[in-house]
């Protein structure tokens, strides 16, 4: 059984979203892999070796050859282990779910992230502003029961964050972006994301995430 | 085939723009060119990319694909001779993983020449060592893309022509002759291939371009 994959490792964090979308991908696909959890503070000399740019995780090694990106490794994934396609066919639509994953790495999780963790107030409702514009545009493009259509695809893995990490920061912070109000389509595709088979036996602990959060708020706000 | 309906939105400096100019040209494919003037926004464009705003805007059958890197796979999916991308799936990942490299050091540099002081000498350190990264990567080959030009030329396409303003518009070095001699020889494969050579914006109008956008960028408050 492991013949047919090769070898496969995977550098990860167990906190960020990043090394866990690349694990849902594997596991969608039944992929036999071996993890490695990584400490940031003391990086390994193989996540070093494997990742020289930029040094960091999520590293994916498939029989002895390093690749870095989650988006990247995705679309590899998916390239490599035909069964549950994460990607659609036609390069239109490709093209469209290629651009809502970006849209979700280059917009989405760096307006969250700081509109919850800046320690100026003005910045962060300028980038609560923008989280908002941004979580429009998702709420508008979701038009089925997943973004992928009746099956989880890339931006759904990709916007994993918004579905369980955004509410853990929410609740850390004491900020309110994703309301059901406001985003009816986005509130429900996060319940039915999370409770996905595969992805909820790869998420990290609720509790532990909203506590590293707090003491991540904590360190701003004390900072000023 | 599909080459009746190709329109695409862009403006005449930007190298982002010009990827796509060159992947359709590569490519033989006929396209209708619309040039935006990006510091006057046309209803257009506000249309066909209401997301970011900006282009290129590659249209296809009425239908608009945005990001530059997104248009190429785009293109060498719908157009397949001249193909810019392997076939070998890890070959295309780490052509994509170099991608994004290109996208983020593009902007390392651009920042580098429109800021100072330390600020400067930050980016400028941080561009440089991923140049000589880049130069492992392009050591003994004629083209990132092997013997022809490909998706990763492309994507690099910036520092053979657009970099060299940059640095003396900025008064810096990020590829230094000597140490970055395998990016040195590609530079010249690049610049004198018969599609690239055609296909360049004229390099005052850079210049002057380059000049305007430092000054806004000193004169603009960030937090």
Not at chain 1, 54 to 83: C, Q, R
Not at chain 1, 165 to 183: D, M, Q, T, Y
Not at chain 2, 132 to 159: M, P, R, S, V
Request: hydrophobic residues 40%.
């Amino acid at each position: 059984m492991a013949k047919e994959y090769g070898e496969v490792q995977l550098f990860g964090v167990g906190g960020s979203p990043y090394a866990r979308r690349v694990r849902i991908a594997l596991e969608m696909k039944g992929v036999q892999y071996t993890y490695f959890e990584e400490d940031l503070r003391n990086k390994s000399d193989l996540l070093l070796k494997y990742n020289p740019v930029h040094k960091k995780v999520p590293v994916l090694v498939h029989n002895g050859k390093p690749l870095a990106e989650s988006l990247v490794i995705l679309e590899y994934i998916d390239d490599t282990w035909g069964n549950h396609p994460i990607l659609p066919q036609q390069p239109y639509d490709r093209a469209l779910a290629q651009f809502w994953s970006r849209f979700i790495d280059d917009k989405c999780l760096p307006a969250i992230t700081k509109a919850a963790f800046t320690a100026n107030k003005e910045e962060r409702d300028n980038s609560a502003e923008e989280s908002l514009e941004a979580l429009q545009f998702l709420e508008n493009e979701l038009k089925h029961k997943f973004f992928g259509g009746e099956t989880i695809g890339l931006v759904d893995i990709a916007a994993g964050f918004i579905a369980f990490w955004l509410p853990a920061i929410e609740e850390a912070v004491g900020l309110k972006l994703l309301s059901c109000e406001k985003f009816p389509k986005l509130h429900k595709w996060g319940q039915e994301f999370t409770n996905h088979p595969v992805v909820k036996e790869n998420l990290p602990p609720r509790d532990k995430l909203v506590g590293f959060f707090k003491a991540r708020y904590a360190s701003i706000t004390a900072s000023k | 085939m599909g080459s009746q309906n190709v329109k695409l939105l862009s403006f005449l400096l930007s190298p982002i723009g010009h990827r796509v100019e060159w992947a359709l040209k590569l490519k033989g494919v006929d396209y209708e060119y619309i040039e935006e003037d990006i510091f006057n926004k046309s209803n257009l464009l506000l249309k066909l990319n209401p997301v970011h705003k900006k282009v290129p805007v590659l249209v296809h059958n009425q239908k608009p694909i945005a990001e530059s890197l997104i248009i190429l796979e785009y293109i060498d999916q719908t157009w397949k001779q001249y193909p810019l991308l392997s076939q070998h799936p890890y070959q295309r990942a780490l052509a994509r993983f170099w991608g994004t490299v290109a996208d983020k050091i593009a902007k390392t540099s651009w920042v580098a020449m429109c800021c100072s002081g330390d600020e400067q000498e930050n980016n400028v350190k941080e561009a440089r060592e991923v140049m000589d990264k880049i130069e492992e990567e392009i050591k003994g080959k004629k083209f990132f893309g092997g013997d022809n030009i490909g998706y990763l030329d492309l994507a690099f396409g910036w520092i053979p022509y657009w970099l060299p303003v940059w640095e003396e518009v900025g008064s810096m070095q990020i590829v230094d002759p000597l140490r970055h001699s395998a990016i040195s020889a590609w530079i010249t494969n690049f610049l004198t291939h018969p599609v690239i050579k055609d296909s360049l914006p004229p390099r005052d109008k850079m210049l002057v371009y380059s000049h305007r956008r430092k000054a806004e960028f000193s004169s603009t408050p960030r937090g």
